[in-house]
């Protein structure tokens, strides 16, 4: 069992850090206040192979394994929550149309995608349908060349930002299929923009869809077959999403550190305090924990252990959960200043907290580990 | 033309560094190590230049232990074509690196070695300056732009008082400083690619070059910590007090 990183995985994470700590960290308070997003530094992060992680290399991708695209979004993370979120959902995409799609598909968008000269939205969830994500009603049907798309899809990060959106829509009373929209076509519309508790750096909004006609050739891989992918893009996206909220943690951490060491209080550091002391000791120990729990099952999913997709559970409850109750230790830690914006730990207690939310709740990891140990 | 790109691994410029409690020197202990900044700018320099057509092959090479082959393959990442470790874990001196850098100039017959003005660990700023003197070439210091021009360079050097622009002829060596470029981060591909670049590994003897230290530290010591200083009320007290102080 060997517990350390590859060369080249400690050159990705540097690399990854220096990018994060020059190109995302300095704005991240801006982009927050400003609820914007900038396509500049998107195309920048693709520049170096984020918009394709783990996406083969004849389009264009970086062909890193879930390890490698774990140690990426940790350091992302430490810059901007948001936008490194929102890049593990475009490389989400990315990776489904090139995994899936047929070779004149993948031809078409894969290069863009991983260019990020066109972004991509993940449309999966809708009003109705979360947790139960095989209730949903958006419905696709073929007529002649083309199929025409009906239905809402919620929760969309990147709506009317993005390029491209990957649809999951019924096929029929059992089947889903996953097709390619891209912005412009007749039929697409956005809801207003969701106001909410963080990841303001990425716009949020519902994907309306009424008679969108799109070409056959746009559907990806055959039909019934989407709901397949989705599952199959579960585990990675957990591993991802668990790996933003390490980043977020040990952001705050630092500062904490950083602080603690600074203020001044009864004639000393609080950092001189037993209760400072006993408390990032204790921040440290959990993200370290959950650190090594999102490693080993990136590391599982590389290896195609069978045992994977309730580690990627494990980890994702766990370190989304460490991961907010690190940032808001770091926010007491901070006083009063904590709560200020100008400290930048707010955010990153408001931009964690989805995390314990999204791609599966934390309560739906706890059944699909249930159902592990159960069967 | 062939460009020859020494980079040295030295202390991350982000830790915080500790004296040994014995001050015999810093401790190098499980602290981050990187590439010296300054050569990252050369060896970006170098990258550039293949880019434009100006360089043929370009080339790093690294002195010191085993860990200074992830340095070159730092560089390799970025773009440079192949690396030369050569090895060794004793203290090397500006004037044993230049020897050493000497010996390898005549092997590989570059037209430019190109490197950092310094290395932020000891700041010696020597080495290029050693290696012209050794080789007989031209050297252009501190360059701030650096542009080829038939079989000369035309270098602007930063200096006290602002640019200072020389013509060298090549062969030359020139050491880069802050302002030259901004070196780039190298992409997820690349550094896979330089996985599979070559990196010779050498040893000072395979040159012949005797690197024993010709200087010996005394001791190694922390900057005196800042102490509190006083108000003072006017000018004229101030300068009573910088008369007190012997500063005036």
Known sequence: MDFSLTEEQVMIRDMARQFSDSELAPYAQRWDAEKSMSRGVLEKAAGLGFAAIYTKAEHGGSEMGRLDAALIFEQLSRGCVSTAAFLSIHNMVTWMVDAFGDDELRARFVPKLAAMKMIGSYCLTEPGSGSDAASLKAKAVKDGNHYILNGTKAFISGAGFSDVYLIMAKTGEKSISAFLVEDGTPGLSFGAQEKKMGWNAQPTAQVILEDCRIPVANLIGAEGDGFKFAMAGLDGGRVNIGACSLGGAGAALDAAIQYTGERQQFGKAISAFQNTQFKLADMATELDAARLMIYRAGDMIDKSDPNKSSACAMAKRFATDAGSKIANDALQLHGGYGYLADYGIERIVRDLRVHQILEGTNEIMRVIIARSLLR | ?248
């Open chain 2, 1 to 248: 033309m062939k460009v020859l790109v020494p980079v040295k691994r030295v202390l991350d410029f982000n830790v915080k560094v500790r004296v040994k409690s014995d001050q015999s020197g810093v401790d190098l202990a499980n602290v981050k190590m990187s590439m010296n900044p300054f050569d990252e700018i050369s060896v970006e320099e170098a990258v550039r230049m293949q880019e434009a057509g100006t360089a043929t092959e370009t080339i790093a090479v690294s002195i010191g232990p085993e860990k200074c082959a992830e340095t070159i393959r730092t560089s390799l990442a970025m773009g440079i074509d192949r690396g030369i470790h050569v090895k060794t874990d004793a203290e090397v001196e500006p004037l044993a690196v230049a020897k050493i850098l000497k010996a390898i100039v005549e092997e590989e017959k570059p037209e430019l070695v190109l490197l950092g003005k310094q290395a932020i660990d000891d700041d010696s700023n020597q080495t290029g300056q050693m290696l012209a003197a050794l080789l007989g070439w031209p050297q252009a210091t501190f360059a701030n732009s650096i542009t080829k021009d038939g079989d000369s360079l035309t270098v602007g050097r930063e200096v006290d008082g602002g640019i200072q622009t020389i013509k060298v002829s090549l062969p030359a060596v020139v050491t880069v400083d802050l302002r030259l470029n901004e070196p780039r981060y190298a992409s997820l591909p690349n550094i896979m690619k330089a996985k599979r670049k070559p990196i010779d590994a050498k040893t000072p003897d395979d040159y012949g070059v005797d690197i024993s230290p010709r200087l010996t530290t005394l001791k190694v010591a922390e900057p005196a910590g800042r102490t509190a200083g006083v108000k003072v009320a006017d000018a004229a007290e101030l300068v009573s007090k910088l008369k007190e102080e012997g500063v005036i």
